[in-house]
C-alpha cells in the first residue's frame, strides 16, 4: 500500500479518474486554534498562494487542526449503502490562504491523518493537495459529564500526534471576551468563529503545471452550534508548527453534514 501512495505514476493514473461527491455525517469536531507571528507559518504556504494575515500591519496568522469521528464516509451517489463505510477518526491540520490571482480564499492542508488505510490511501491517490497519513490510533470522544478527550498516536509512522484534555466552558459564546493577540485580529469572540468555521475551500497548488486547485466542500455550520471548550493540548507536531510559546484557543461543534462536491482547476 506504501508502494502505491507514493507513486507518482499511480496518482497521475487516478487524477483521470472523474471526481465524486462524498458525504459523512460527522461527529465531535475538536477546534484547536493558534494565533501565531505571520512568519511562523510562512514556510507552510505553498508556491502560488499567499498567507491570510490578520490584525495591525497583518502581523498575525491562524493556524488550526481539527479532529472528528468520520460517519460513514463515502460517496453520496451510494444512498443508503454508504452506511456499509467505515466512520474513522481524521484530524485535518491547516493553515488560510488566498490565490492572489482569483482572490478567493481558503485553506491548505499542512497536514492530515485518519485511522483507516482505505480513507487514508483514497485521500493520496484521488485528491490533490491531501497529505494523508495514517494513524496508529486516534480516540476522539465525550464522557458523560462532558469532558472531552483527544488522542492522535502516530506509532511508527509520519502521522502528527496530539493529546487534548477539554471541559466545556461555561461561558456561552457569546459572553466569552477574547484577550490578546486575538482581540487584536477579532472584535468578538462570534467575529473570530466567522473566520475560522466558514472554511468550505480546500486549496492546493501544481506550479510545475501552473494551476491551483480547489476542493469545494459544504459544511453549513450554524455559529450558535460552536461550544468554547477549556482545558489541556499537547502536541509535539504543533508545536513544530507554530513554536513552543503559542497556546490553544479550543471549542467544539457536535455535528456537521460533510459534503464534498468536486474539485476545480484555476489557470494561472
Not at 477579532?186 to 480547489?214: C, E, H, K
Amino acid at each position: 500500500m506504501a508502494v502505491a501512495a507514493n507513486s507518482l505514476f499511480v496518482r497521475k493514473l487516478c487524477s483521470l479518474l472523474p471526481v465524486f461527491a462524498f458525504r459523512s455525517d460527522i461527529t465531535e469536531v475538536i477546534y484547536a486554534n493558534y494565533l501565531v507571528p505571520h512568519e511562523q507559518l510562512a514556510a507552510w504556504v505553498p508556491a502560488g498562494l499567499t498567507l491570510q494575515r490578520l490584525g495591525p500591519d497583518g502581523k498575525w496568522a491562524l493556524f488550526t487542526f481539527l479532529t472528528y469521528r468520520h460517519g460513514h464516509f463515502g460517496p453520496a451517489l451510494l444512498g443508503p449503502l454508504r452506511r456499509l463505510f467505515p466512520s474513522p477518526v481524521q484530524s485535518n491540520w491547516r493553515i488560510y490562504v488566498r490565490d492572489p490571482r482569483t482572490e478567493k480564499e481558503g485553506i491548505y492542508f499542512v497536514t492530515s491523518a485518519v485511522t483507516t488505510a482505505l480513507h487514508s490511501l483514497g485521500a493520496r491517490l484521488m485528491a490533490e493537495g491531501m497529505p494523508m497519513h495514517l494513524l496508529a490510533r486516534g480516540e476522539v470522544g465525550r464522557s458523560a459529564d462532558g469532558a472531552i478527550r483527544v488522542l492522535l498516536d502516530p506509532g511508527a509512522g509520519s502521522a502528527p500526534d496530539a493529546e487534548l484534555a477539554l471541559t466545556p466552558d461555561p461561558r456561552p459564546a457569546q459572553e466569552q471576551q477574547l484577550s490578546a493577540p486575538w482581540s487584536e485580529c477579532f472584535s468578538s469572540y462570534s467575529d473570530m468563529l466567522r473566520y475560522i468555521v466558514p472554511q468550505d475551500r480546500a486549496m492546493s497548488t501544481l506550479p510545475a503545471d501552473g494551476r491551483t486547485v480547489r476542493q469545494e466542500i459544504g459544511l453549513g455550520i450554524p455559529l450558535t452550534a460552536c461550544e468554547p471548550l477549556t482545558g489541556a493540548v499537547q502536541s509535539q507536531a504543533a508545536a513544530a508548527i507554530v513554536g513552543g510559546q503559542a497556546t490553544a484557543l479550543c471549542f467544539r461543534v457536535p455535528r456537521v453534514a460533510f459534503l464534498f462536491t468536486g474539485e476545480q482547476h484555476d489557470r494561472w
